[in-house]
């Protein structure tokens, strides 16, 4: 008889990478002779046609609630004894978890899955005292969480997948930039970077930017009362459902982001013989960016650096086929096998 996991979100948008993630986790375990999953959505989501993506019986969801009424409905939940293992994506969710269990005395396991950074400049949360296992997107986060005091056994590292394509991005004649991800002024995408490092460039260029989000119009602000002669370059899209499709010609992929957990995009864009240029924020671009081999890092709020890196790598373009074959190894086989280990060795302890 297959073993029932219970995958417990916070709100989403429904457009982000976490999403992403779980359709991907889905995929895998759709058809395994081992496991089922069932997502569980806390506390709403703000496109609900994100949930097209599963079937109905897959899916249980809670409209946006106080944290009393999750409190609530994850003790109904556990009470009833319907799953064998959670994995839990939302630090609150794993505290209330964690408190529920024993208050109820079960000894279902429980297991992290932490899309951010979990040091103090992160989403803090001493996993220490919380959880049975850990799985880490990215080898920043493993090491945040062994020094919480983690036995390594907990511990399992466990990077987001992207299937492979057969895309090849091409080169354009003319310098043409890429943006894929929410429009995120100063928050965790850092927009502004963006922004102020494209206009120091001393050549031609353009930038397709595909996204959205509630600092849309401030970014446009900034670039007219700061930069009005580059207004026309900047390119916006709006949010797209696979803007691989409408992207067959690009220079390279810039993120500017502060902080990440283990950014999909980057592999995404990888995958398609798309070379990066992000920023070297904790977590995860330095498990995917190999430096002249598919893309480059800067160091964050470093400006002179964004400007010298992707000068660089537009006038000397990497190989493809190079940046396709460097991801390889974030397959869904890799994934799955990994996936499995964890949860085999939670289950049977």
């Known amino acids: 008889?297959?073993?029932?996991?219970?995958?417990?979100?916070?709100?989403?948008?429904?457009?982000?990478?976490?999403?992403?993630?779980?359709?991907?986790?889905?995929?895998?375990?759709?058809?395994?002779?081992?496991y089922s999953i069932n997502f569980i959505f806390m506390n709403g989501m703000k496109d609900k046609s994100f949930l097209e993506n599963f079937p109905s019986k897959s899916v249980t969801y809670y409209e946006s609630c106080s944290v009393a009424r999750q409190f609530f409905n994850l003790l109904?939940?556990?009470?009833?004894?319907?799953?064998?293992?959670y994995i839990i994506t939302s630090k609150r969710l794993i505290i209330l978890a964690s408190y529920i269990r024993k208050m109820v005395r079960v000894k279902v396991p429980i297991i992290s899955w932490m899309h951010f950074s979990v040091s103090k400049e992160g989403i803090y949360l001493n996993l220490a005292k919380y959880g049975d296992a850990h799985?880490?997107?990215?080898?920043d986060i493993y090491s945040q969480i062994e020094k919480m005091g983690v036995d390594q056994s907990k511990i399992y590292y466990l990077p987001n997948y992207v299937e492979a394509s057969s895309q090849t991005i091409g080169l354009p004649k003319d310098n043409k930039y890429v943006y894929v991800g929410r429009i995120e002024f100063l928050k965790q995408k850092n927009l502004k970077e963006l922004i102020d490092g494209l206009a120091r460039l001393k050549y031609q260029w353009t930038i397709d930017i595909y996204g959205d989000g509630t600092d849309l119009q401030?970014?446009?602000?900034?670039?007219?009362?700061?930069?009005?002669?580059?207004?026309?370059?900047?390119?916006?899209?709006?949010?797209?459902?696979?803007?691989?499709e409408n992207i067959d010609k690009a220079t390279a992929l810039l993120l500017t982001s502060k902080m990440e957990g283990m950014p999909m995009v980057l592999i995404e864009s990888m995958a398609r013989g798309l070379p990066v240029i992000s920023s070297n924020c904790p977590t995860g671009p330095r498990d995917v960016i190999k430096d002249g081999i598919n893309?480059?890092?800067?160091?964050?709020?470093?400006?002179?650096?964004?400007?010298?890196?992707?000068?660089?790598?537009?006038?000397?373009?990497?190989?493809?086929?190079?940046?396709?074959?460097?991801?390889?190894?974030?397959?869904?086989?890799?994934?799955?096998?990994?996936?499995?280990?964890?949860?085999?060795?939670?289950?049977?302890?």
């Open 135 to 139: 799985l880490a997107i990215s080898r």
């Open 218 to 244: 401030r970014c446009k602000d900034y670039i007219n009362s700061s930069y009005p002669s580059i207004c026309s370059r900047f390119k916006w899209k709006g949010w797209k459902n696979n803007p691989w």
């Open 295 to 349: 893309g480059y890092m800067y160091k964050m709020n470093d400006l002179s650096d964004f400007v010298t890196k992707v000068t660089k790598l537009t006038n000397k373009p990497l190989d493809r086929g190079n940046v396709k074959s460097s991801v390889k190894c974030f397959g869904k086989e890799a994934f799955l096998k990994n996936l499995k280990t964890a949860l085999n060795e939670q289950l049977n302890r």
């Open 1 to 34: 008889m297959k073993k029932r996991i219970a995958l417990l979100s916070p709100e989403l948008t429904g457009k982000g990478g976490m999403e992403t993630a779980y359709i991907n986790l889905y995929k895998v375990l759709k058809n395994d002779a081992d």
């Open 76 to 85: 109904k939940l556990m009470i009833n004894g319907k799953y064998d293992a």
